[in-house]
């Protein structure tokens, strides 16, 4: 991990070590900039600093999203982050409002006709479970381009290759004939069976571990091709072995003939492409980065090959083709950044039958805080006495709720302004091993 800086004019620099970064604020040659990502700000100008060739990689999922900065000549992890989305939430909180809605129409009051429809969604637009997960990504990359002195962009687009897969040819040097492409067809056969086992049948418990079974065996001359793998669970795969899928109907006796069926048919292309991965790759596009696009079957390779453990900023790291060989994650400390949202818009509560409750005041802040604000506390005496840090929630009163207890605001200094999102840090993964 690297502590990003800033000149006095707010130019990113090369970043540094999180030592020199202690020394720089020490000695008052810097001050703090931000507190997440932790970015400090030297008190002076740099003239033509030398930056490192700095990418951004980026790997979209429908929950959590993975980040890292990579240092594309040494390997290293520079930065990791993984997003965390509020889809559901998001969700939740319409379905609330909808049924609020339909109830109060349908109660037997006077009859109003309904006014003009302003509610057109405009052509392809998201539905706003997904619109926010493409804007979290969106406005945490920006972000960090104004700490990083990023210089370009590594983006998963697609689940799997479709080209490469019906095209067995590939290109370039560093993969093994073949190999990349059981990567592709392996992700592409998970996402058709939706992650379940096609021989799951009455009687019959599935296995944790999912395989790729031939349904013409490949003793008998099956072949590779996707039209002749399902997706099957390792001990149906087991049992099925060398037996062709009539003869494994007749043990089991279950009818599997739909499965044939299920295989020969293609994907739609309507699931392989995802509307969000493309709603995000256009809106990267006005950063004025150049943007390598890969699979989320050459990810997998990519990590595989290295070794590396499953992460989300791990995936993140292995985006893309011009991966560096040497991926190192030692001593990085993920960071976990969770999409709260701006606090709500509604300003009538309602109790479960649909009446209001209490109306909200208006304003949203008080004292200068802001539900949201990370805080540090320094409470003199008492039952909670002591230093805290944490993410404080007002109250119209001097009474605000910090770390679970309730604390006034006299003792608190912000120390991060609230910002849709919440901080945590993740495990910190194992530090290089000292050579003696
Ligand atoms: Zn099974």
């Known amino acids: 991990m690297k502590v990003p ?32 990502p932790f970015t400090i700000i030297l008190k002076r100008v740099i003239e033509n600093p030398t930056i490192p060739d700095l990418k951004i990689k980026i790997d979209p999922g429908s929950k959590t999203t993975g980040v890292a ?27 609330s409002r909808r049924s609020l809605r339909r109830g109060r129409r349908q109660r037997k009051t006077r009859y109003r006709k309904p006014r003009s429809d302003n509610r057109a969604r405009t052509e392809g637009s998201l539905p706003p479970s997904l619109e926010s997960r493409v804007e979290n990504v969106y406005s945490i990359t920006r972000r960090l381009r104004r700490v990083y ?7 998963e687009l697609v689940r799997f290759d479709m080209q490469l897969m019906q095209n067995p040819k590939i290109e370039g040097i560093e993969y093994q004939q073949g190999e990349l492409q059981g990567f592709e067809l392996r992700e592409y056969v998970l996402i058709k069976f939706n992650h379940t086992c096609v021989y799951a049948g ?82 990267l596009k006005s950063l004025d980065l150049p943007i390598e696009t890969g699979s989320g079957g ?38 976990q950044i969770k999409a709260t949202g701006h606090g709500s818009r509604q300003m009538c509560r309602t109790d479960k039958y649909g009446f209001p409750k209490a109306h909200r005041t208006r304003n949203t802040s008080f004292m200068g805080y802001e539900t949201g604000d990370i805080v540090k506390a320094n409470i003199p005496k008492g039952k909670f006495a002591g230093r805290h840090v944490g993410r404080v929630t007002i109250r ?31 495990a910190k993964t194992a530090g290089r091993t000292r050579e003696t």
């Open 5 to 36: 800086v800033l000149d006095t004019t707010k130019k990113t620099l090369a970043p540094t070590t999180p030592r020199r970064a202690r020394l720089l604020l020490k000695s008052g040659k810097a001050a703090v900039f931000r507190r997440y």
């Open 396 to 426: 119209q009163r001097p009474s605000f709720t910090l770390n679970g207890f309730d604390v006034h605001p006299k003792y608190l200094k912000r120390i991060h302004r609230s910002d849709g999102f919440a901080y945590s840090f993740g």
């Open 202 to 283: 009455p009687g019959s418990l599935c296995d944790q571990v999912l395989n790729i079974d031939h349904l013409i065996p490949r003793s008998r001359g099956g072949s590779n091709r996707a039209g002749n793998l399902v997706c099957a669970c390792r001990k149906h795969n087991e049992e099925k072995n060398n037996l062709s899928l009539e003869e494994y109907s007749k043990l089991r006796g279950v009818d599997f003939s739909h499965v044939k069926a299920q295989a020969k048919a293609p994907l739609k292309d309507a699931a392989a492409v995802n509307a969000t991965r493309w709603d995000l790759f256009n809106r």
């Open 69 to 95: 900065v990579v240092n594309q000549q040494t390997g290293e992890v520079i930065f990791a982050a993984e997003i965390h989305h509020r889809g559901q939430a998001i969700k939740a909180s319409l379905d």
């Open 149 to 155: 002195p990023l210089k370009s962009v590594a983006y």
């Open 298 to 335: 050459l990810t997998k390779f990519n990590r595989t090959k290295r070794e590396l453990p499953k992460a989300h900023w791990i995936d993140a790291a292995c985006v893309g083709e011009r991966t560096p060989e040497n991926i190192k994650i030692e001593d990085v400390q993920p960071l």
